[in-house]
């Protein structure tokens, strides 16, 4: 008589090659409106990732309260936030995507990981720095402080090989595996230790309105930044207001930060050599350089817009895809937990 394979089996069915395939786990925060520099950075490679990797992607709403935070938005933006990634093409039978404070695991280990993470590491992070700008210390958040432990804890936890992420995040995934090795070296071999996986192209996607400054959803002007939900119009009139660097030439070069810029999102979003753009825009203005860039970025998000207006009044179904995903992921946080209570004396 034929075994009736039970829902849950089924579902995670393109995992049974698991054993060959790399996992990777990547986060993003619920904080703000969805970048085109997190869509360049990091979720456009996971959606190229989830065919040939096990890929678990928790949407990091406990990160996100290290900054101010309003209950109600953080809420609202965790769902949004769901449908935005899905609408990008993130496909919740390929890929776990699920909620971080669904999952206690993170928590409970990031306290045991603190005790394996020194002060002045944390001290050093760029982010801590940059985040608290000129804050005191009376007005610094701890959560601020300890971000990158429960960031490090999202990691181990799922003994992840690769961490595909933005450039900003390098040394917050250095950081882990210093963790992690100081953890595996007290307690014996725990976790694996993995590797940042930062494209060339892609990985700092800069401001718009200055191309020091990287592309951010919480920069204080929206002219900063592409919001994946912009409409078109707003879209061409950031980009035609982007600011340029002096002279006439579109080229990408060291000296031309804000070209080079530009030149990076128009080819990423029309798979197109950047070489290749700077031959067909020889001579060219700015003016049709950047009509026909606002065109190309405005034509890429078009179908990720229609889809995401369809997902976004489909709730239950969102609400469904998000528990699978929690029972997925917990079949790896839970073993694995018990495993460091072992090793650490917390179970009797
Ligand atoms: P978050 O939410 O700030 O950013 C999510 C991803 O987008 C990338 N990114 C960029 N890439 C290129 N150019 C940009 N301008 C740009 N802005 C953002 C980020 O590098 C990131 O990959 N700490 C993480 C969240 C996190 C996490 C994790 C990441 C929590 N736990 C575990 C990986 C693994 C963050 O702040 O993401």
Not at 174 to 189: A, K, M, P, S, V
Not at 298 to 317: F, G, M, N, V, Y
Request: glycine letters at 6%; hydrophobic letters at 40%.
């Amino acid at each position: 008589m034929a075994t009736q394979v039970p829902e849950t089996e089924a579902q995670l069915k393109p995992m049974t090659d698991a054993a060959k395939r790399k996992r990777i786990l990547s986060g993003i925060q619920p904080s703000g409106d969805l970048t085109l520099g997190n869509y360049l950075g990091a979720i456009r490679n996971w959606v190229i990732q989830q065919d040939e990797c096990e890929s678990f992607h928790p949407i990091v709403n406990l990160h996100a309260m290290s900054g101010s935070f309003d209950p109600e938005a953080l809420r609202r933006r965790t769902l949004e936030l769901a449908a935005g990634l899905l609408a990008c093409g993130i496909d919740p039978e390929k890929a776990v995507l699920f909620v971080q404070s669904q999952i206690p695991e993170h928590t409970e280990l990031t306290w045991i990981l603190c005790t394996q993470t020194m002060y002045g590491e944390l001290g050093r992070m760029i982010q801590f720095k940059e985040k608290r700008g000129t804050a005191s210390d009376a007005k610094t958040s701890a959560a601020l402080f300890f971000y990158p432990v429960l960031q490090g804890a999202d990691i181990l936890i799922y003994d992840a090989d690769l961490v595909p992420v933005g450039e900003d995040q390098r040394q917050h995934i250095e950081l882990t595996r210093d963790i992690g090795n100081r953890f595996n070296t007290t307690f014996g071999e725990t976790f694996k230790l993995p590797e940042a996986d930062i494209k060339t192209d892609g990985a700092r996607i800069m401001g718009l309105d200055d191309p020091a400054k990287k592309m951010s959803k919480s920069a204080a002007s929206p002219a900063n930044y592409i919001a994946l939900t912009d409409e078109p119009d707003v879209i061409r009139k950031k980009i035609n207001r982007a600011v340029t660097d002096s002279g006439s030439e579109i080229v990408a070069r060291q000296d031309k930060p804000a070209l080079t810029n530009l030149l990076t999102i128009f080819s990423l979003m029309t798979d197109t050599p950047v070489a290749d753009l700077e031959a067909r825009y020889e001579g060219a203005g700015y003016g049709q350089f950047k009509r026909d860039l606002g065109d190309a970025v405005a034509d890429h998000l078009a179908p990720i817009q229609a889809r995401l207006k369809e997902l976004t009044s489909e709730r239950a179904q969102l609400e469904s895809i998000l528990h699978r995903g929690t029972e997925r992921a917990r079949e790896v946080t839970v073993p694995k937990m018990e495993r460091v209570r072992e090793v650490t004396g917390l179970s009797l």
